[in-house]
């Protein structure tokens, strides 16, 4: 089983930044493919950022593209999500996940429990 642990969420204004973290731990972690998604309320969870674990392939959604920036830390188990020039719009609880096979789109293994971000004045 694998667990994943999102932290670093919370308010910001609009066009300021935040940084999500997601630590994955477990007694085999081989994900293929670690994502970011998010889920505002009332509305259906979407993919955001992708991440191969394999080669480094970056993956992201039209509506964060030049904003968001996902990245993997050296501990080899860290996925980081670097949030820029935040809208109001990108208020939603924000979920780490990873998928063990590709492509980078489809059902994903293993979800965390998600962190609230907040981007209001």
């Known amino acids: 089983q694998v667990k994943l642990v999102e932290s670093g969420g919370g308010l910001a204004q609009p066009g300021g930044s935040l940084r999500l973290s997601c630590t994955a731990s477990?007694?085999?972690?081989?994900?293929?493919?670690m994502g970011w998604f998010r889920q505002a309320q009332g509305k259906e969870r979407e993919f955001i950022a992708a991440l191969s674990w394999t080669d480094g392939s970056r993956y992201y959604a039209d509506s964060v593209k030049g904003r968001f920036t996902i990245s993997r830390g050296n501990a080899g188990n860290l996925v980081y999500l670097q949030m820029n020039n935040l809208k109001p719009e990108d208020t939603a609880v924000y979920y780490c996940?990873?998928?063990?096979?590709?492509?980078?789109?489809?059902?994903?293994?293993?979800w965390g429990q998600g962190t609230q971000v907040t981007v209001s004045s």
């Open positions: 477990g007694r085999t972690f081989s994900a293929a493919f």
């Open positions: 996940a990873s998928r063990n096979r590709p492509p980078y789109l489809g059902v994903y293994d293993y």
